[in-house]
């Protein structure tokens, strides 16, 4: 239930379209978070759904806002589609011509490096998307790179009363989920 269940695929003109359950929600590029909670309980959220599919031996490899679908009765349970990016850990080495969506995509996904791509891949987007949703843009290489450095009061919900702790709280986040080294990045979603 964290998948959106395809039913049907019909080609027509060179595209393909896919029948889909009906789910009542919003996409999370449209969904207005308010505060920092509402974004780390949507994103916690998104991470139970990512750990399931690692769990199962898959890769989304198409972590955006725009491929979640929030509820809107509850924070802790979203919806994931797009399914032409879903692979298996085996699939992924052999396939070539991996699709990728700038700003939300890892480095390796992006140069094609498919002998690289693994759950690190989906956490470095799980990190690409809280940028996202904290700051309202894309990170770039100066954002994540070593010794770069996040300007934190230009944050959408920065408030000088936050914990004093946040920025570093913050910094270890991006520092372990937004890096290019795959060494260095998580590899797990917990």
Avoid at 152 to 166: A, I, N, Q, T, V
Wanted: glycine share 6%; no cysteine; hydrophobic share 35%.
């Amino acid at each position: 239930n964290l998948t959106a269940d395809a039913y049907e695929l019909y080609e027509k003109n060179g595209t393909l379209y896919t029948v889909v359950s009906y789910d009542e929600g919003q996409t999370y590029e449209k969904q207005a978070d308010n505060t920092l909670k509402d974004v780390f309980e949507h994103m916690k959220a998104v991470a139970v759904a990512i750990k399931k599919y690692h769990e199962n031996g898959y890769l989304h490899l198409d972590i955006k806002p725009e491929n979640v679908l929030v509820i809107p009765e509850t924070k802790e349970h979203v919806i994931l589609f797009d399914f032409d990016s879903v692979v298996t850990f085996e699939e992924v080495k052999k396939k070539s011509g991996l699709s990728y969506t700038k700003g939300f995509s890892a480095p390796e996904q992006v140069y094609g490096w498919t002998d690289r791509i693994g759950t690190e891949s989906d956490i470095f987007s799980l990190g690409a998307m809280t940028f996202f949703k904290l700051f309202g843009r894309v990170p770039v290489l100066e954002d994540y790179s070593l010794g770069g450095e996040i300007d934190f009061s230009k944050m959408l919900f920065w408030d000088e009363r936050y914990h004093p702790g946040l920025e570093n709280e913050l910094s270890y986040l991006f520092q372990n989920s937004l890096t290019v080294s795959m060494i260095t990045r998580w590899s797990d979603v917990d």
